[in-house]
Every structure is written in C-alpha cells, then in structure tokens.
C-alpha cells in the first residue's frame, strides 16, 4: 500500500513539475509576443495539472488575443474579396475559442462577426453552387462533384446541391457503361450501372441497360455426363455432383449452370448419349437445345484407397510405487517412492486416397475443346498413439541416465495414450479430396469462362 502511495505521489510531483516548465515556456513566447504558440503552451501546463490557477490566468490573457487575431484575419481576407479564405479564416476562430471553453476560459465572439460570416458563408455557398452548375455543363464532372461536396460541408440541405452532386458522380459512370455496353464489355458495363443505380435508383435508362448488359453477356453451359476409367463405381457421379455443386453456388450473375435434372431429361428423350468429346453436328444440337455455349466433361482416370500399419512397437517407461524401508534406528519403518520398468505398445497407421481427374470445356458451337486440365491429387490421414494397460497417467519417460522428470518430457509421453486412434474412414477422405478438386476445376472453368 505504501508502496502504491509513493508511486502515485512521485507521478503528481512529475506532473506538476512538468506543468510549471510548460508555464514557463509560454511565458516566454507571450513576453516575445508569439501568442499563438505561448496559449499552446498553457494548454498544455492545463493537461498535465488541470488545477493550474496560474495557466487558466494566462490562458484568459492570452487566449482574448489570439481570437481576436484570428477574427481580425476573417474581415482582412473578406475586405480583399477572398470569401473562401474569410470563411475558414473565421472557422478557425470558432474553433479555438471552443477549445477555450473546454479549458474554462469562456470567450464570446461578437454578435457582428457572427452575422458578417453568415453573409459570408452565403455567397461563398452561392459562388459555389454557379461554379458547379457550370462545370456540368462544361463535361467537368469531378470539379463539379468537389464543389458540391463543399457545398454540403457547411449545408446539407443546401438548395438542390446533394442532388447534382450525385449526378456529377453518376453522368461519367453512365456514360462510361453505355460505352461499354456498345463495345460488348458486358461485364464492365453492367458493374458500372449498378454503380450508377447504387446512388440513383432510377437515374436515365440505367435498370434497363443493365439488364440488357446481363441477357447479353449471360453465358449459359451444361454439364456432360462424367467417364470413370478407375476400378472404384460411381465416384465420376460424386465429383461431377461436387463440380455442379459448386458451379452453381457460383455468385456470379453471368454464369448460367443447366439444371442437371432438366438436363438428363431432355437428353433421354431425345435419345442422345453424351459423355466426352462430341461431334460438331451434335454439339451445335446440344447448344440449341439449352442455349448453351460451352459444356464440360470429365473423366476419372485412376483411384487408390491404401491404408498402411507399421509394426507395433514395444517401448519402456517407468511406474512409481511406494515401499517400506526399516528406520536407520530400527525403531518402525518408513515409505519411500520407487520405480519399476513397464511396458507400452506403440501403433503407427496411414490411410492415403488418390485421384487422377481430367475435365475439359467443350464448345457447343464447334465441338473445339477450349480448356484442358489434369487434377492429380491425395488426401492423407496419419495417427500415431500408444497404448499400455495400467494407467498411463502415472507413467514416466526413462532416459539413459534414468527416470526422467521433467514435465515437458512427461505430458510429451502421457499425451501418447489420449490421441485418436481410429484413422479416418475412406468415404471421408474421398468426399474431402472431391470437394478440392472441385474447388480447383470450378476456380480455371470460371476463369475461362468470365
């Protein structure tokens, strides 16, 4: 508690010493007539000891100087004509006298500086509504956006200065997107008149010529049915589900996926048989048929499961019990902790699944094959775990020199018999590996295809 008091005591005596020197300081400037940089100095004696009597006394000196400096700079600069200079002249002498209040020193501006800037403030706001009417006209839409944000600095509801402001963002954007629209970059056009109607909802066409950018730039692609050349049934239907599941989450509003279902419907009825590479004749009838551009197809070219254990291991530790010893006197007896070697058994198993994929984006158009990949890929699953038939947490590590107690080295060795000992099933080793090689073959489809 002392200790705490002369703590507290010494940090007071600093803080008063260092309010002194700051005192001092501003003395000195305010002898040599620097006032603004001398009332800085009070400030800063008021920061460290609020209590200051002789640094409120100052500041209320000093402080009447410096806002009349700042208010007689308002009319210099409004007397030349300078209306953007006079106005933030006199929010610079608002400003400091707010920060007088806050140290005590209460200060009032005039009631004539007051009305003076509010003429001010209007006709610097009215030059600036001209100017930015202008630069409309002229194309300058960036300068016409910075004048009206100026505007609403001082007025937010400023005759119909957030209106124009919005249109000197938009008018560029627009015009930029029709642009666009024009040369086919649908993309960018539709981004940029969503960036239009972000800020004015109906502003000219732009909804509609977005949705024009969008039916126009759509590319729609199915899905063929998936090859398996690999000894494991089925998993071409499980990694195409995986692709088509995760091209049609896909947040992308020109990538169209055909519905599977609709898809294997429509193909059965017309008694076409599609997996692979296609002909031009039947590939142009597939596009027509679901307005799609591009199809992709897939193989499985090989698949391995492979679970390995090597032998057990038989490893030696040490396990404490008490013993009785005779007293040195012989007078009773007394218990001592000793040691004695056990045994564990130490396992080591792996479990590896491979999968060699092809997939490949197919023209509808001419049958070309427009994107070619080869995804080769394992998913591993390790456990190594020991197990003993007493209790394993009483065990200790042995070492060379005898039993060791070191704490690291014994949770290192206690931690063995809590791990997991059952490795991870292959269905769950081939649903993890089928949704990376969806991942990787929907990433280079939708890069192609964008």
Known sequence: ?????????????????????????????????????????????????????????????????????????????????????????????????????????????????????????????????????????????????????????????????????????????????????ESESYRDAYNNFILVLKRIHNYKDAMASKAQALELGRHTFLIFTFENASNKQNIETKISNYISNELSNLNDPFLSLVDRSNFEKIMNEQEFAVSGFVDESTAAEIGKLFGAQTAISGKVISYSHKVSQSKPQKKNAAEPFTAKKKKEDGEGYITETKYKKVNYISYAKSADVHVEFQYKVISLQTSEVLLSDIIEISSKDNVFYSVYSGDSKKLYPLSDTGVDKNNSSINKLRSQFTKRQKLKSEQELSNDLFKSISVKAAEKITQYLQ
């Open 1 to 181: 508690m002392l200790k705490y008091l002369s703590l507290l005591l010494t940090i007071l005596i600093i803080s008063c010493s260092g309010s002194k020197n700051m005192l001092k300081k501003g003395a000195v400037l305010e002898h040599n007539k620097q006032y603004v940089e001398a009332s800085n100095f009070y400030f800063e004696a008021l920061n460290r000891k609020n209590s200051n009597v002789d640094a409120t006394i100052a500041l209320n000196r000093v402080g009447k100087v410096v806002l009349n400096q700042y208010l007689n700079e308002f009319y210099k600069e409004d007397a030349m004509g300078n209306t953007k200079n006079a106005v933030y002249a006199y929010l610079k002498a608002s400003d400091y006298q707010k920060k007088l209040n806050e140290y005590k020193v209460y200060e009032k501006i005039p009631d004539r500086y007051i009305e003076k800037y509010n003429s001010v403030k209007g006709t610097y706001l009215q030059n600036l509504y001209e100017d930015g009417e202008n630069l409309l006209e002229e194309l300058s839409y960036k300068n016409a956006e910075n004048s009206f944000i100026e505007i609403l600095k001082f007025d937010s509801e400023y005759k119909d200065a957030k209106k124009l402001k919005d249109i000197a963002y938009v008018e560029p954007i627009f015009i930029e997107a029709k642009q666009q629209l």
